[in-house]
């Protein structure tokens, strides 16, 4: 019995920008925190940057027609914020605008509606120069930057993403520092974290004032968490993860501030919340829609001992080459929670894929079976959120092709397009084969 997801659902791709577009010192780009992260040593497997990534920059045309033999209806892209405005702010480099602009027409030629992420974590190494997420100027700088692309894309252009993950680069980017721009600092997480939520207020009422038609709203990172055991002590551990996790970045969007939990943790470690008069309420600016990323499951664990109160408990599935559970039930049982914790908003699935190195066989072939079977699964479980009252309207695999996978430099292949980083030559997977006749049908066999 086939599974057939609801009219005018969208089926897509995403990608970002510093991850395929390479060309980082052409027309006048600025650089980014992770050009520069990219040269410290030991930072990045193999010593890999975004240098050339997939050469997108040059071979858009030739993407674009990819998308469209797939089928895809949609494509979720980042701007390169200094590609357009190298110093983050103040001049705009009509040559970075060009290239976005060119990439909305062919994609809508194609019949592909453009998806825009204007932050995919590679800040302007100007404005880290000036702080960084850590500067509150920062949040009005990304608003100005955000009404830039609105007034040149905007007429176009009506689907917008503010930030992506914002619990990734200020986690990764300022508390472990494994990510750019490689800072370790309590306290200035905490700046990052709300600076950044700031910006997406800031950026949404920027996008309000623009008059333009469309929708908006921001994607976050996401894991669903499961109890490692039936305790109550644990079943309380499991929502001090969402606290630190979703919570922190979902609540204040639908206006629920931060979790106190949180803010109780960081207050304790001299790292409060730079929380000034009325910024909740510019946080809380209405968006259209939540956008999800997942990619696997956590098991949560209750520790006392710990200042957060919880951990992660040794995971009990096989894994992915990225160190993922294959947990495939997670996307549906995460979107059903977030569906039923924020009052059932409008979402898109703005990422979700599975790692899976398999090499071209002696025929070129690459025969992805562990991301196909993966990738019905999450689909399954999807569509049986949906079916449960969530309203999903559209999905993005991640991604169209392999990438720079950040500090894993190359060494990790999320696309359903097997990137040959010595050629750059394109080579549909069969999951690419697959993935096209989900679309075609919209849906597939139970």
């Not at 929708?215 to 969402?242: C, K, M, Q, Y």
């Not at 408990?313 to 096989?318: D, F, H, K, V, Y």
């Not at 025929?363 to 079977?373: C, I, K, L, P, S």
């Amino acid at each position: 019995m086939p599974l057939t997801f609801p009219d005018g659902f969208q089926w897509g791709a995403a990608t970002a920008a510093y991850q395929i577009e390479g060309a980082v010192q052409e027309d006048d780009r600025g650089l980014s925190i992770w050009d520069t992260f990219c040269r410290q040593p030991a930072r990045i497997q193999d010593g890999d940057t975004g240098d050339i990534a997939c050469d997108h920059y040059h071979r858009m045309e030739e993407d674009v027609a990819l998308m469209a033999e797939l089928g895809l209806q949609t494509y979720r892209f980042s701007v390169a914020w200094s590609r357009v405005l190298p110093f983050g702010k103040g001049a705009v480099n009509l040559k970075g605008l060009d290239f976005y602009d060119r990439l909305v027409d062919a994609l809508l030629a194609r019949g592909i509606q453009p998806a825009l992420t204007l932050y995919h974590w590679d800040l302007p190494q100007s404005l880290q120069d000036l702080g960084g997420w850590a500067n509150r100027d920062t949040a009005d700088y990304f608003a100005e930057y955000a009404a830039l692309m609105y007034d040149k894309l905007g007429d176009r252009v009506t689907r917008w993403i503010t930030l992506n993950e914002p619990i990734i680069f200020t986690t990764f980017g300022h508390r472990t520092g494994v990510m750019a721009p490689g800072i370790r600092d309590l306290g200035i997480t905490a700046k990052a974290v709300h600076h950044a939520m700031l910006a997406h207020g800031k950026a949404v009422q920027a996008f309000r004032g623009s008059g333009r038609a469309g929708e908006i709203g921001i994607t976050n990172a996401n894991t669903s968490f499961e109890p490692a055991d039936d305790t109550p002590e644990t079943a309380h551990a499991v929502e001090l993860a969402r606290d630190f996790d979703s919570r922190l970045f979902h609540g204040p969007v639908y206006g629920r501030g931060y979790p106190i939990s949180v803010l109780r943790y960081y207050e304790s470690k001299d790292a409060p919340f730079p929380i000034w008069p009325g910024d909740m309420e510019t946080i809380a600016a209405p968006t259209d829609f939540l956008g999800v990323n997942l990619y696997s499951r956590s098991l949560i664990a209750a520790d006392p001992g710990r200042g957060t109160g919880y951990r992660l408990a040794p995971p009990t599935l096989p894994l992915l080459p990225m160190g993922y559970e294959m947990a495939p039930h997670a996307l549906g049982d995460f979107v059903r929670w977030v569906s039923n914790e924020y009052g059932r908003p409008k979402i898109y699935i703005t990422e979700n894929g599975v790692c899976d190195n398999t090499e071209p066989d002696a025929t070129g072939a690459v025969n992805d079976t562990v991301r196909m079977d993966l990738l019905q699964g999450f689909l399954r479980g999807l569509h049986g959120a949906i079916a449960d009252g969530a309203d999903v309207r559209a999905y993005y695999l991640w991604s169209l092709m392999d990438n720079f996978e950040w500090a894993f430099g190359y060494s990790k292949r999320f696309g359903i397009v097997h990137m040959d980083f010595e050629t750059l030559a394109r080579t549909p997977k069969a999951s690419a084969r697959m993935y096209s006749e989900i679309i075609r049908r919209n849906g597939m066999e139970a």
